[in-house]
């Protein structure tokens, strides 16, 4: 059976997000990427996350330019891939950013083991303050491929 890959729209793009919770986010520092598994929550402008401060929040505080990867396999050549290209926003623990970062809580909070793996550190390393975050989806690209019968 022909493996056709087409372009999905917007919507194909959105919706595939929305019924995703694992994506791998991607950020730069000083010309070195750094590519990581994080899981999120969609809103169709946004993207929210959780995370313990390490190298992905510091890199991303001081470069806000990210991508995020997710796709889904159907099996027998069956598939689905979308890109967002978007800027990291911190939702800090003070005034002006309350609805933002309860929205967020609320997203996240709607699945199991909302936290992980962002919230978990390897048992050796001390822990550190957590960190809620979106990030804004600028652009969207995906791509799908059909199995067509003979």
Not at 21 to 47: E, H, I, K, M
Not at 119 to 148: C, M, Q, W
Request: proline share 7%.
């Amino acid at each position: 059976m022909p493996v056709i890959i087409t372009e999905m729209n917007r919507s194909e793009c959105l919706g595939l997000l929305s019924s995703q919770r694992l994506g791998r986010l991607a950020c730069c520092l000083d010309g070195q990427p750094y590519v990581v598994p994080v899981t999120f929550a969609s809103d169709g402008n946004y993207l929210y996350g959780f995370s313990l401060t390490g190298k992905k929040i510091e890199w991303m505080r001081t470069n806000p330019r990210v991508c995020l990867q997710v796709d889904e396999f159907a099996g027998h050549g069956e598939w689905r891939s979308v890109i967002v290209d978007g800027k990291f926003e911190e939702l800090p623990d003070r005034m002006g950013w309350k609805h933002a970062r309860d929205h967020a809580w609320s997203l996240l909070s709607q699945h199991a083991n909302w936290w992980e793996p962002g919230g978990l550190k390897p048992a050796d390393e001390n822990p550190t303050p957590h960190v809620f975050y979106r990030i804004i989806i600028e652009n969207l690209t995906g791509r799908k491929s059909v199995t067509e019968p003979d």
